[in-house]
């Protein structure tokens, strides 16, 4: 058997996600040495895109927020130029069986829901300032913020669908982070905010999402970053107080630090030392929902002008569909269009294992329930996504706190990114996790801990936009 490779850099990145992607870039901007290590033949994780029939996709509905920092807007709109494309929202939700345009236009909603509806609806905005939540759970926080009748029309049955448990048995901590207006105040200001800037926008790039990670690792590159791709890491030796050793099954890393944005899951298994038992307890008892995309290609330029469909109700296995084409102006076919479907599952469950016929025509007979144009079908691909959404149940934060504990107290690792912090952050959350992890090193390769500390306790108070 040939003896390993042996390397030295500074910092050696796991994973090449937008966390990593983005840390890297900074930090090798800044003169460091950089080396990152992706198990798979290409950066950006789920933020990737690929090809299908000779279309860019995604995993999934993607934008770039105009929540993004302006420094952080600023470095992507620097290294992707005019292909970062401003676009307009066009987006709607079906709620009892009605088309509302979403984000919530309030004229729209008036007309299109129901008069009993509306009243209830306008009945909890003038009671719910009053209201506090009666426990710390998903269901109370949104009733209390957001009246009963939101809650009984979309987050009681989106919230079976995405997580798989009631509301009444998640953490409330979810409803903060997931729910972009709590209240309906906050749901005014959006819609008076959308009305005078003629609709909420957005950031994509005309090559698709996955463009956005593709020109970060190429620019991380250009700075010096070295990237190993399609490398299994086997190893990390934190024993010596000097140095870390990454093993992978061909070459050996000495490094000053390791920055992780890899799940705890996969990150506890390559440690050496072990954590202690109560530890790999708490990482054992802590879950994710799954995801299939479903993606239908349809014999016809179009289906709709809308960029993304919601379905919260649960007549439907479907919560998202998106349409590639609408999301950009790009070098897309003409003959043919896209659609992804987004279904929420447990790995293993049925739609985890069904094949790509079955699921085709699941999604057709659903989707022709939902009122939406007759979809012509060429093909199905699906894409299979077992962590996707971390699971806030009721006694989630113990367990989450003791593998938080854990790795801040390892002086020589830094865990961050959406699966390295069980975060369900944006994208541009996930570039400031590893933008502050780079703005802590020092220029001798020292690391701010205080810094890092204010930086974690500030990734608390990230909330999802929709």
């Not at 929202?89 to 009605?98: L, S």
């Not at 749901?187 to 909420?200: D, E, F, P, R, Y």
């Not at 099954?249 to 899951?265: D, L, V």
């Not at 802590?440 to 500030?458: R, V």
Request: overall charge negative; hydrophobic content about 35%.
């Amino acid at each position: 058997m040939e003896k390993p490779l042996s390397s030295e850099t500074e910092i050696l990145i796991v994973g090449s996600g937008p966390a990593g992607l983005m840390s890297a870039y900074a930090a090798a901007s800044k003169g460091h040495d950089v080396t990152v290590i992706e198990r798979l033949n290409h950066p950006g994780g789920m933020a990737a895109s690929f090809e299908i029939n000779g279309m860019r996709v995604d995993y999934g509905s993607h934008r770039l927020h105009p929540a993004t920092s302006k420094p952080l807007l600023e470095i992507l709109k620097n290294i992707l130029g005019d292909d970062l494309q401003t676009r307009n929202r066009n987006g709607r939700i079906r709620v009892e069986e009605k088309w509302v345009t979403f984000p919530l236009s309030l004229t729209n909603l008036v007309k299109s829901l129901p008069p009993k509806s509306v009243f209830a609806l306008f009945k909890d905005s003038l009671s719910s300032p009053f209201v506090h939540p009666a426990e710390e759970t998903f269901a109370e926080h949104i009733k209390a913020g957001l009246g009963p009748k939101v809650f009984d029309l979309i987050y009681k049955p989106y919230a079976k669908k995405l997580w798989g448990m009631p509301a009444e048995e998640l953490h409330s901590d979810l409803a903060q982070k997931r729910v972009s207006a709590s209240s309906h105040i906050e749901i005014l200001k959006k819609l008076i905010h959308s009305t005078i800037n003629n609709g909420q926008k957005f950031f994509y790039p005309r090559n698709g999402y996955g463009q956005i990670c593709e020109r970060l690792a190429e620019e991380a590159q250009n700075k010096g970053a070295k990237f190993l791709y399609e490398t299994e890491i086997e190893k990390i030796d934190l024993t010596d107080k000097n140095r870390v050793t990454t093993s992978t099954y061909n070459q050996k890393f000495e490094s000053q630090r390791i920055w992780s944005t890899a799940p705890f899951g996969a990150l506890v298994k390559m440690i050496s030392p072990s954590p202690d038992p109560e530890i790999i307890k708490s990482l054992e008892q802590l879950r994710y929902r799954a995801m299939v995309l479903v993606y239908l290609i349809c014999d016809q330029e179009r289906l709709t002008e809308f960029d993304a469909h919601y379905f919260p109700e649960t007549d439907t296995p479907i919560s998202r569909i998106s349409e590639p084409k609408n999301y950009r102006d790009g070098p897309d076919p003409k003959d043919f269009t896209i659609i992804c479907c987004e279904v929420p599952c447990w790995e293993g469950d049925h739609i985890w294992l069904a094949n790509d016929e079955d699921l085709g025509e699941l999604m057709l007979e659903s989707l022709a329930k939902q009122g939406l144009p007759k979809i012509n079908l060429l093909g199905t691909e699906t894409r299979r996504l077992p962590k996707v959404y971390p699971i806030y149940d009721l006694d989630y934060k113990e367990k989450f706190e003791n593998l938080f504990d854990w790795s801040t107290s390892q002086n020589r690792m830094t865990v961050f990114g959406r699966q390295g912090l069980f975060a369900p952050d944006n994208l541009h959350h996930a570039l400031s996790m590893g933008h502050a992890a780079a703005n802590a090193l020092e220029s001798d390769g020292s690391f701010d801990h205080n810094s890092w500390e204010s930086s974690l306790t500030e990734f608390q108070t990230h909330v999802v936009e929709d």
